[in-house]
């Protein structure tokens, strides 16, 4: 598919290098074809990093896709040069008006502090509630998964004893789920992260559904207001050696990191990890944007964006 992002995002490089159809914008705006408005708030340190990997799992469809790029105003980035961050990125006083068929809430290593103690969080809060009548299908990842649950439902992370990282089996707990179409009952997803979300805080409450779980690493996928919100808590569009590169960083910082589970084979970090996660994790994403956003949303996407909560995006399925 054809993601339409601007002619000079380092990504771009990478993604054709991969033979990802990636269409700038002068080719672009030959096609008379409305493309999907994406917004992807990107609350990583290592935002090139981040950028190219979501955009490489939003590739996978026929669908044109315009990409904008928001940062935070109250916190600037240090690991991202200034430049990067000037040219392609936006905060949202200047997406404000805007309204997007999907967007994106990225995590951020801000875990083990308070919601409220997050320099942050009152912008971040303000932009979730903004997701609520101008976007049309909001995908939360890891951190902003756990900070959209707590926002929008009360629901608590609690710390765990030590970090949840490696790669794990989760189970599809509703098969004819769109989002989850063409899944294995059983698939493999990475996770990175200290804190967690649990399944009984998750099921009591009338609102969420518990689409995807595992085992060893608990809460998956969660989804609410019938598809207008989900919120995912693992990583799955992390490059191969993405989870390689946090445990040696974290070991040169003298952490004593544990090995990443089911990861380097025999747990051995001199040796090369498979990836086991890769198809599922594009599939995600196809599945989210052509069943949750492409199918459901407004065609004048000023139109209203469905802000009743109550509505099924699936009503007009056959428009």
Known sequence: MPIKIADSLPARAV?????????TERRAITQDIRPLRIGLLNLMPLKITTETQILRCLSNTPLQIEIDLVQTETYKSTHTPEDHLLTFYKTFNEIKDNRYDGFIITGAPVEMMD?????????????????????HSTLHICWGAQAGLYYHYGIPKYILPEKM?????HRVLYPTE???????DTFCAPHSRHTEIRAKDVQKHPELKLLSLSDEAGVYIVEARSGRQFFVMGHSEYDKDTLKQEYFRDLGKGMNPQIPKHYFPNDDPKREPPVTWRSHGHLLYTNWLNYYVYQTTPYVVND???SDINVDPFDDWDK
């Open 165 to 169: 990282s490696g790669i794990f089996e």
């Open 115 to 135: 919601y409220e103690q997050v320099d942050y969080w009152p912008e971040l809060t303000t932009i979730m509630e903004w997701t609520k009548t101008h976007v």
């Open 304 to 306: 209203d964006m469905h």
């Open 178 to 184: 769109p989002l989850l179409r063409g899944f294995n």
């Open 15 to 23: 993604l054709e290098s991969e033979n990802i159809f990636v269409m």
